[in-house]
């Protein structure tokens, strides 16, 4: 149980394109997703909260309109990336939280971005 | 300010050779120590939750303690499938947050 995926796993575009990653949960119902950004050999970081129906919440620092976060359902979410730059570059994951008053958070496998 | 430290950053271990991570946490009221493990170009795979002091939690080679300021991870007679980085954090009730230390890196030679 306790399955998220994303899509696609990884995608190269040019500068100046939008790019959107898909994160569903498979099997439970998604509350709350979040999107974390994953530089090489760092750990995690958080760039947005979202909940069912209601805008992210974003964390300092990251720019909510260049990085557009849609949670329309209980199963989904996504992340547009806009007007993306090489700077932009990185791995991208989510992750999905139940409801139940758990706060275990589910991870996706992650989604390997280049913009050239 | 909440805070989780991981050490060692790296560790090499034989087959077989048992060993610790630690987790040296501080928070403004814990919601649950997580576990995860993390492969290379992966998301992290949730291992355990730990609520409260004394608790411990076990899975195959894996078993997880939580006290009031740390947590540790033991390895007990580590497979060369157990190389992964592994992460631990925590979640506060100020924020419901994750917040993540930088992971100890595991590997385990044959």
């Known amino acids: 149980g306790a399955v998220v995926s994303q899509h696609p796993s990884w995608v190269i575009c040019k500068s100046g394109t939008s790019v959107k990653i898909e994160c569903r949960s498979l099997d439970f119902q998604a509350t709350t997703m979040f999107w974390y950004r994953q530089f090489p050999k760092q750990s995690l970081m958080l760039m947005a909260t979202s909940n069912e129906g209601s805008k992210a919440t974003y964390e300092q620092g990251v720019e909510k309109d260049k990085f557009l976060i849609n949670h329309a359902s209980l199963t989904l979410s996504t992340l547009t990336v806009t007007s993306a730059h090489p700077e932009d570059s990185s791995f991208y994951i989510c992750s999905a939280r139940g409801a139940g008053g758990r706060y275990e958070q589910y991870f996706g496998p992650g989604t390997r971005l280049t913009v050239t | 300010e909440d805070q989780v430290t991981q050490s060692p950053e790296a560790l090499r271990l034989q087959e077989g050779e048992s060993s610790s991570l630690n987790c040296s946490y501080t928070?403004?009221?814990?919601?649950?120590l997580f576990w995860y493990r993390q492969d290379p170009g992966k998301g992290p795979e949730f291992l355990f939750t730990?609520?409260?002091a004394g608790e411990e939690k076990e899975k195959e080679r894996l078993k997880a303690t939580l006290t009031k300021k740390e947590s540790f991870l033991h390895i007990t007679a580590p497979k060369p499938e157990d190389s992964a980085t592994y992460l631990c954090?925590?979640?506060?009730?100020?924020?419901?947050?994750?917040?993540f230390g930088q992971g100890t890196t595991l590997q385990v030679k044959p």
């Open positions: 954090a925590v979640s506060s009730s100020n924020t419901g947050k994750l917040i």
């Open positions: 928070v403004s009221g814990l919601r649950g």
């Open positions: 730990l609520y409260s």
